[in-house]
């Protein structure tokens, strides 16, 4: 991981945004994306009440102790410290591109008492991981930030050991319905999702 490689949310910089995009393609093609939400309080207030059981619980049948887990795009760390709790004495890696968030993470894992997972700074798109290094491979809400998904995906796939386990969940805000329907919702909608296409990812990844 170099200093270049290193994003911040855009909107905590944005004088800066353009400069902070970083083009990231081991595959040759053209990358560009910025992580629309970024890690403000009332975006982490609303992570702190992740887990596996109420985030990704298509996971529980497959999480056996020993396994060897990588939660990318981790964020503030509740579902991989989860995770390392399953699956002790296996081993969970976080990984998030915001050094401000991964040292968050750390933190809850050290104030949680759990000891086998570890959280490192790194970019979806190059893993500083050896082919076939995983046995499950996780990403939650982080396809849709991203400006090419099948890129990070066969990424992910390299990292993973054959036979493993590769799972992702993401919102689709093109099936998002409420009652009744507000104005301001609605404006709301169209809102994020022009600033989401143009920061690069796909609302309706999912
Ligand atoms: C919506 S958050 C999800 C966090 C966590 N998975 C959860 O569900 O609580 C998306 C995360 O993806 C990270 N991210 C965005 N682009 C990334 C990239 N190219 N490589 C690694 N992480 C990335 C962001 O920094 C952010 O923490």
Redesign the pocket.
């Known amino acids: 991981m170099t200093a270049e490689q290193t994003r911040e949310p855009a909107h905590s910089q944005p004088e800066n945004r353009d400069a902070d995009r970083v083009e990231i393609a081991p595959h040759g093609e053209a990358i560009r994306?910025t992580?629309t939400?970024g890690?403000h309080e009332s975006v982490l207030r609303s992570?702190t009440w992740?887990t596996v059981l109420n985030?990704a619980a298509y996971l529980i049948p497959h999480l056996t102790p020993g396994l060897r887990v990588l939660?990318?795009?981790?964020?503030?760390g509740?579902?991989t410290v989860d995770l390392a709790r399953r699956v002790s004495p296996g081993t969970v890696t976080g990984?998030?591109?915001?050094a401000a968030?991964v040292a968050q993470a750390a933190g809850l894992a050290v104030d949680e008492g759990v000891p086998n997972v570890a959280f490192r700074v790194?970019?979806?798109?190059a893993l500083d991981f050896a082919d076939d290094s995983f046995d499950l491979v996780h990403a939650?809400?982080?396809l849709q930030?991203?400006a090419n998904p099948v890129a990070a995906l066969r990424e992910l796939r390299r990292v993973l050991k054959p036979g493993g386990i590769l799972a992702a969940r993401d919102v689709d805000y093109g099936g998002v319905a409420w009652y009744p329907k507000l104005p301001g919702l609605q404006s709301w909608m169209t809102a994020y999702r022009a600033v989401h296409y143009w920061n690069g990812g796909d609302p309706d990844a999912g």
């Not at 790194?122 to 798109?125: A, E, P, S």
């Open positions: 994306d992580y939400h890690h992570h992740r985030s939660d990318v795009g981790c964020g503030p509740t579902i990984v998030d591109a915001s968030i790194g970019d979806v798109y939650h809400q982080v930030h991203l």
